[in-house]
């Protein structure tokens, strides 16, 4: 499979990557049919995709019963009128109909619109809007189909709602309204005529997916990929996760987020591997690591607040001699965190970047060594670089912006196509010859790249720059400290003072307390340089955060603001 997308399948170094990386491009590629559908005609009983949930349910997909299922689904789609090009938003959870629905999508040419199950109404109608979406595919919830009811009169682009049943008893559907009709997935796609693919599905540079980012400040930008993006994280499957035909992967995220097609569909089918969900409710350590014990699982990924969970149970309870490979990405990886878990595992965590614009930007490859903490290094299918405030390049230990070059005429395979429907937007972002990530990091004498922060989440105090970044990971050294979030508050002498908003562990609640506060100022100031301490620290049950997990520092600065007035 590897060689009809790579001139070299294999790389021994990091040399070797950076020089001799180089995709083959289909004309009128689609992931779907070149890819999916090639495995199902090679391996048709290799197992894709293992699904499983909560309440002990199992399910098996070989390549074969993929093809067959997607292939139903786009002839569904067709007969309801959903074309090339039209605007479908996917609000599954980890159903496995997920995976089912975004390739017949794709095998049809239309546009998916992966989304939370926790979207409101105001969330909604401004998504239906700014993409005027044509269908909604939603499973078979309380909360999302009410909802969506509530969407529906300010809605006017939406024409039909496909909800998801179990399969087993017809799905509960609400009254069509004047514009938009009501739809039984299961029950109708059991009843499609055989499907036979479109005259013509799609050009390379037409949009197959698209992501509306959870952004720290403002309504959610339109992120636009098009077909190649899916090319674009072979290098997160078969290199940064290094996965192969017999690994069983599992990545934690929901498929609302955009982490969903970097670790659970893309790169992972073009390695050959078989895609392990868990679908559940809550999450648990206890029972992530059962999962991994059970199935066997040889390779996972998650968010750094996974791990600091799953470092906090006993892994002598649990046999994960089937382990080999664990990466994380979505914030940045606190040292403490790495070091404690390679203790338990002997598993060395490869961190690795990148945003909703993009696939991996930097990555610790299998040829690398790690260094906690950091990022890795630039994925070779990008020209990354930092650079200052007046666009010049940064020096090894220097602060500044991550950046990729856009040279003239020739966009790099994965990033985005554009802000939808906003050129100016489009237009900042891309300023100068560069994509701007809005990310800073420096990097060391290595090539190593160390993150920093948001470039607006930076503290400017007494002329000091303090990255967040910094600072969470001296307080996260501490066994007190769960999750912690640093922000800047105005200050009279300082222009700001660093502040700390802390979630503390559940045995540790009941000793907060000033002595706390000052314990952990002082760690603080023997962990990092002193500077760089909270000179205000607040205890809170919870962050706030996006729909996708990430931190909203901005949601703490307003409230301070407003608590200030």
């Known amino acids: ?250 990545t934690v995220a929901d498929t609302g987020w955009g982490k969903a097609v970097w670790g659970k569909l893309y790169g992972q089918w073009f390695a050959g591997a078989c895609v392990f969900v868990y679908d559940h409710e809550k999450f648990t350590a206890d029972n992530i690591l059962r999962q991994m014990e059970r199935y066997r699982i040889t390779s996972f990924c998650a968010p750094p607040t996974v791990y600091r969970f799953l470092i906090r149970e006993d892994f002598s309870k649990y046999d994960l001699s089937a382990l080999r490979y664990c990466t994380t990405a979505g914030e940045a990886l606190n040292a403490a965190v790495y070091q404690r878990f390679f203790e338990l595992t002997g598993i060395r965590l490869m961190e690795g970047f990148g945003q909703t614009e993009t696939t991996m930007t930097l990555g610790t490859m299998p040829w690398m060594t790690p260094k906690p903490g950091s990022m890795g290094k630039p994925n070779a299918q990008y020209d990354v670089d930092l650079i200052r405030p007046d666009g010049t390049s940064c020096e090894d230990g220097e602060k500044g912006e991550i950046v990729i070059r856009v040279h003239e005429g020739k966009r790099p395979l994965g990033l985005f196509r554009e802000y939808y429907r906003d050129e100016a937007l489009t237009r900042e972002a891309w300023e100068g010859g560069y994509y701007h990530t809005g990310d800073m990091a420096w990097r060391d004498q290595d090539g190593y790249y160390w993150f920093e922060g948001r470039a607006d989440d930076v503290i400017k105090s007494s002329g000091y720059r303090i990255g967040p970044f910094e600072v969470e990971s001296a307080l996260m050294t501490h066994p007190a400290v769960v999750e912690c979030a640093i922000t800047g508050v105005p200050d009279d002498t300082r222009g700001m003072v660093v502040k700390a908003t802390v979630v503390l562990g559940a045995e540790w609640k009941q000793k907060a307390s000033p002595e706390l506060v000052k314990e952990l100022q002082e760690h603080v100031k023997h962990t990092t340089a002193p500077y760089k301490y909270p000179r205000i620290i607040e205890f809170v049950d919870e962050l706030p955060k996006t729909i996708s997990g990430k931190i909203r520092r901005v949601e703490i600065r307003q409230n301070d603001a407003t608590a200030k007035q």
Not at 72 to 84: E, K, V
Not at 85 to 96: E, F, P, S, T
Not at 118 to 130: F, P, S
Not at 219 to 234: C, N, Q
């Open 1 to 250: 499979m590897l060689e009809r997308f790579l001139k070299q399948i294999s790389f021994t170094s990091e040399e070797d990557y950076q020089k001799h990386l180089e995709f083959i491009v289909p004309q009128n590629f689609n992931f779907a049919y070149d890819v999916m559908d090639a495995w199902a005609q090679e391996k048709p009983d290799k197992l894709a995709l293992l699904w499983t949930n909560d309440q002990g349910g199992e399910q098996r997909y070989t390549f074969a019963d993929l093809k067959r299922l997607t292939d139903q689904a786009a002839s569904y789609f067709l007969t309801l009128g959903i074309n090339r090009g039209d605007m479908v938003m996917l609000i599954l959870k980890r159903r496995v109909e997920w995976w089912i629905c975004i390739l017949a999508l794709h095998k049809i040419g239309a546009v998916a619109i992966p989304a939370t199950h926790m979207l409101t109404k105001h969330d909604l109608i401004y998504r239906n809007n700014a993409a005027s979406v044509k269908a909604i595919i939603c499973l078979e919830d309380a909360y999302v189909m009410g909802e969506i009811g509530k969407c529906l009169p300010e809605s006017p682009t939406l024409e039909m709602v496909v909800v998801v049943g179990n399969g087993n008893a017809p799905v509960a559907l609400p009254a069509a309204t004047s514009q938009c009709v009501f739809h039984d997935f299961h029950a109708e796609m059991a009843k499609a005529p055989a499907f036979v693919r479109p005259a013509f599905v799609n050009t390379n540079s037409d949009i197959m997916l698209m992501y509306f980012t959870s952004g720290t400040t403002g309504e959610p930008k339109m992120v636009a990929h098009d077909f190649l993006y899916a090319i674009g994280h072979l290098t997160t499957g078969v290199f940064w996760h290094n996965l192969g035909e017999d690994s069983i992967h599992l």
